[in-house]
């Protein structure tokens, strides 16, 4: 009796593993811009939803400014080294424990970390203007 129901335990979850991507591909076709969501919009565009926002304040001066692609270049530099250290600290916490495959592991991780540094680096990616 117990191997019965549990297979109707799979077979309930076969169910439920074939119908949840239509359910959720129907959902998302009838949310769509042109489905049911075009009855909660505004039918009318107001001057005031056009503007651009800056913090509250009213703008002045030209809104379109551009910058330089080397900040963003820094950023995401930034966060590469950021999450290593995320990396670091649950490894350095259970360092005693790993033994010396999770010690090479580590520095293959690095090494291949500094290697991007000095590729940044050679490259200009760098040098803050």
Known sequence: MALTNSFNLIGLFIVVAVLF????LGLAWVLRPNGLARFRRPRRA????SQTYECGLET??????QFRAQYYLFALIFVIFDI???FLYPWAVAYN???FFALTEMFIFLAI??????????KGALEWV
């Open 46 to 49: 107001n001057p005031i939803q």
């Open 97 to 99: 424990k790993l033994g």
């Open 21 to 24: 991507p239509f359910i959720a």
């Open 113 to 122: 970390l500094v290697v991007g540094l000095f590729y940044a680096w050679r």
């Open 84 to 86: 290593e250290t995320v």
């Open 60 to 65: 002045y001066g030209d809104t379109w400014v």
